[in-house]
């Protein structure tokens, strides 16, 4: 059978990348979209068979160029996100404007499916503009493409991702570590294949729900998680609860860095549960394996920030 081509937009991140595998092994083409083939192209270049991936440079502003690349596609996967806001890389932009245009084009060519990764917890962050934008992007892309899927996900992890990786490299740099909210905000971190073999079965199988919500069979708190880390690099830390006045007073300072580890949007969002809201259907309601454990997984790579790193006694392989 010929395979269909997917379009992906945010190909070279955590997700993009273990998507861009998964497809590619079931038979399906990808063209990747990345703005720029010298920094990504062999990121990108590594995950596929040969024939089976196709990247352009381009930019999400050329709509021009965009929109020629709906051309051949067949389904289109879009993964572009932001956590904080860099000149045009607003979250009007990303979140709203560029789904919203790529969402019409995807009608326009009559794709068979189009796909947008949003987040979980997004209606109850009223005061977070990063979640508002996801949610009035979603709405954007239902207008113009009534049968796409916005899969919800928690937090993401692998050995690729920026949240383990990150917070371990921080762990084993600071022996006092501060905690917003007490450490207490739920979260069910997902696995990241678990999350891009479902996308892959949702068109396979050609799913047709609306909203999925994705989220790991964990349910863990921010502080939970930290403690994990702790364990699997075996390091002791303080765990400092921070005052949320001084977090904000730090965050302020972090929003000047070209990338801020947290940002005062960032600690809003962080009030809140990043659990399954139960209004929609989540990733138990269909024949997704979504099993794996976050302790199992994070131990095949958390060994790299122990002392001995590779030469760890504790290594899994
Ligand atoms: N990771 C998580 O825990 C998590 C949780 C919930 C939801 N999500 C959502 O899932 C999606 C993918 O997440 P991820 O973790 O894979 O993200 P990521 O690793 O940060 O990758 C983001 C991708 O977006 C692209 N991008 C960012 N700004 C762009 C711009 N101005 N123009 C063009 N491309 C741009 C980057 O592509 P180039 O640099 O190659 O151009 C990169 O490939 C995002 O929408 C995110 O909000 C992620």
């Known amino acids: 059978m010929k395979p269909k081509n997917c379009l992906i937009f945010g190909a070279s991140g955590q997700i993009g990348r273990n998507l861009i595998r998964s497809l590619t092994k079931n038979n399906i083409k ?17 995950q596929a068979n040969p024939g089976y991936l196709e990247i352009v440079e381009g930019s ?41 245009m ?30 508002q934008s996801k949610l009035k992007g979603e709405k954007e892309i239902l207008n113009n493409f009534n049968k796409a899927v916005i899969i919800r996900p928690s937090i993401v992890y692998s050995v690729d991702d920026k949240f383990t990786t990150q917070l371990m490299t921080l762990l084993g740099l600071l022996p006092i570590f501060p905690i917003y909210y007490n450490g207490k905000t739920k979260f069910r971190p997902i696995f990241c294949s678990d999350l891009t073999n479902s996308i ?6 050609d799913i047709k729900e609306n909203i999925i919500e994705f989220a790991g069979p964990e349910e863990m708190s921010f502080k939970e998680i930290l403690e994990k880390l702790l364990i699997l690099i075996e390091k002791k830390r303080v765990l400092l609860p921070m005052p949320i006045s001084l977090a904000r007073m730090t965050a302020h300072f972090f929003e000047l860095l070209p990338k801020p580890l947290i940002t ?11 659990v399954l809201s139960g209004k929609y259907k989540s990733n138990n309601d269909f024949e997704f394996d979504c099993s794996s454990r976050f302790e199992e997984i994070v131990n095949k790579y958390s060994y790299m920030w122990k002392n001995e790193g590779e030469y760890s006694k504790k290594r899994v392989n």
């Open 30 to 46: 990808v063209t990747a979209l990345t703005r720029n083939v010298h920094q990504k192209g062999y990121i990108l270049k590594t």
């Open 264 to 274: 005062n949007d960032q600690l809003r969002l962080l009030k809140y549960d990043n």
């Open 200 to 205: 892959t079965k949702i068109i396979i199988d």
């Open 102 to 131: 790529i969402s019409r084009y995807a009608s326009t060519y009559k794709l068979e499916k189009f796909i947008h990764l949003s987040a979980l917890g997004i209606e109850d962050a009223k005061d977070s503009i990063y979640a």
């Open 60 to 100: 999400i502003f050329d709509h021009e160029k965009i929109k020629e690349l709906f051309n051949n596609a067949d389904l289109c996967v879009n993964l572009i996100g932001i956590l904080f806001e860099k000149g045009k890389n607003n979250f009007n932009n990303i979140h709203v404007e560029f789904p919203k």
